[in-house]
């Protein structure tokens, strides 16, 4: 990586790796997502893609946004396929290559989940960068499993019966951490210097990493596309999406440096609308729990 | 041999000049430097410019690289305006001619 990172104006390399030109909406999260993690990995890299937003962001055939190789997988397969290329690239000799996987929600937390698994139990030298758009919303905005407490999408349509989501947030990053990854962690579009970072971490790594990216979806979240950088950083600063570390058996968590509450969270976007008090205080209820839980887990882990 | 699919036609000549509805202005007689919008923007279409020959608040922000919009890519979403500390990109309704 250039020495340059830290010197003032430019707070993260400069050399970009994606094109102008592609077709993913006004405002996208995920496209910030990738633009930090290919800074940060470099032109050593081929990046897995299934089905996900980033699968239609390079436009149609013959086009291509990244500069670095770009793998179409089949939904259920991230896992499988990183697997492939990294067994693929030491039998040519090229250990120094990054094989990265990098899926949306959908293809994580829910239907790649066992190959996702899987590779990181075999435990090759993989990447797995998890952009967290809460939902399925290259589709048009259907619930995931990592969709949040509250949230109407299509597939939870609110209407008169209040039909919105009422199970929690499903977090892989914190499965992976049960399941004993070498590297955990969660970053996110508004602190591209954090992710940048992780990753760097991550790189001295030999062996599985788990990186989760919360990308804010104008689209599918319902705020105006200008607002995705200060979602994303609401998001970390109500405790609604804590940033972590998780190597070498220790958990490090970002405490927020300026706390908003989760009803300042939720008001900025509409697919929170519907909520009323008694469900804003349940969901801050769950997030207190949350941190409590991690900041416990640091304290136990950190071995003082 | 086999032949397999390889797109490698960069999407840069694909256009997203039209999608634009709001269009960023940069009031560099105001604009410090500091590359923010360059950093957040998801189009990637902020570039870096040496040319000494744009306004600056003062001597010392002439010496430094200016950020200037590529309107051929930006589509307008406004995260460079919302993000700017300064204040100095505005926002405004794009006309074409025609209508």
């Known amino acids: 990586m250039s020495g340059e990172v830290h010197d003032m104006p430019f707070s993260i390399p400069r050399e970009e790796f994606m094109e102008p030109g592609h077709t993913a909406c006004h405002g996208c999260g995920a496209t910030l997502a990738m633009r930090y993690v290919l800074k940060a990995l470099g032109k050593n890299t081929v990046v897995s893609v299934p089905a996900s937003c980033w699968a239609v962001i390079p436009g149609a055939m013959p086009n291509r946004t990244l500069d670095v190789p770009m793998v179409y997988t089949p939904f259920a397969a991230t896992g499988a396929s990183i697997t492939g290329l990294r067994a693929a690239f030491d039998i040519l000799g090229k250990e120094d290559y990054n094989v990265v996987g990098f899926a949306g929600d959908g293809g994580t937390a829910d239907i790649g989940l066992q190959s996702l698994s899987g590779a990181m139990e075999r435990g090759h030298n993989v990447f797995y960068i998890m952009y967290d758009n809460e939902g399925y919303m290259n589709t048009g905005v259907q619930r995931s499993g990592s969709t949040p407490y509250g949230a109407e999408t299509t597939t939870t349509p609110v209407r008169a019966e209040k039909n919105f989501k009422h199970q929690q947030k499903k977090v892989v990053a914190d499965l992976m951490m049960a399941q004993g990854v070498p590297y955990v962690a969660t970053a996110t579009v508004a602190y591209p210097e954090d992710l940048i970072r992780k990753i760097g971490n991550a790189k001295k790594i030999v062996g599985p990493k788990f990186i989760q990216v919360l990308s804010p979806c104008p689209t599918g979240w319902y705020f105006p596309t200008e607002k995705t950088v200060e979602i994303s950083r609401m998001a970390v600063q109500s405790g609604m999406f804590p940033l972590y570390e998780y190597y070498d058996g220790k958990l490090r968590v970002t405490k927020p440096s300026r706390p908003v509450s989760i009803r300042e969270y939720v008001s900025a976007q509409d697919r929170f609308l519907h909520l009323e008090d008694e469900d804003i205080e349940r969901l801050q209820a769950t997030v207190d729990q949350r941190m409590k839980t991690l900041l416990d887990k640091e304290r136990e882990t950190s071995g003082a | ?99």
């Open chain 2, 1 to 99: 041999m086999m032949r397999i699919p390889i797109a490698d036609v960069s999407s840069r000549a694909n256009h997203t000049d039209s999608w634009r509805i709001l269009r960023p202005d940069i009031d560099y007689s105001r604009c410090i430097r500091c590359m923010i919008c360059w950093k957040f923007c998801p189009d990637n279409a902020i570039n870096v410019s040496e040319s000494s020959e744009i306004k600056s608040p003062n001597e010392r922000v002439a010496r430094l690289e200016a950020p200037v919009i590529d309107m051929d890519y930006c589509k307008g979403c406004g995260i460079c305006a919302n993000e700017c500390p300064e204040k100095c990109i505005e926002m405004s309704y794009e006309s074409r001619g025609g209508n």
